[in-house]
């Protein structure tokens, strides 16, 4: 079992950035899928970005590409989220999740671990 914890969400204005982060307990650089999913109030929560758990792939939601990155650095069992360019509708709560499936999946049921989020709120 692994624990996550996010950090680095807040309040900024409109086309500025953000750096979250999520420290988990164990190794994962090679043992989880790592990914980031948001939720809106009175939303489902969607996907926004993944990290393979080999080779270090990476998938975007449509709506954060060429905005968001996401990243891993195994040293620290870390993986963070760099938002750029932030716009009022990327306002949400944001977790991370590992999965201990061999592929990347943009399903909330796919994966097995939740951080307990960190809310990121972008005024216009």
């Known amino acids: 079992q692994v624990q996550l914890v996010e950090s680095g969400g807040g309040l900024v204005q409109a086309g500025g950035s953000l750096r979250l982060s999520c420290a988990a307990s164990?190794?994962?650089?090679?043992?989880?899928?790592m990914a980031w999913f948001r939720q809106a109030p009175e939303k489902e929560r969607e996907f926004v970005a993944a990290v393979s758990r080999i080779g270090g792939s990476t998938t975007y939601a449509d709506s954060v590409k060429g905005r968001f990155t996401i990243s891993r650095e195994s040293a620290k069992n870390t993986i963070y989220l760099q938002m750029n360019s932030l716009k009022p509708e990327d306002t949400a709560v944001y977790y991370c999740?590992?999965?201990?499936?061999?592929?990347?999946?943009?399903?909330?049921?796919?994966?097995?671990?939740w951080g307990q989020g960190t809310q990121v709120t972008v005024s216009s």
């Open positions: 999740a590992a999965s201990v499936r061999f592929s990347i999946s943009r399903g909330v049921d796919q994966y097995d671990y």
């Open positions: 164990a190794r994962t650089s090679t043992a989880y899928v």
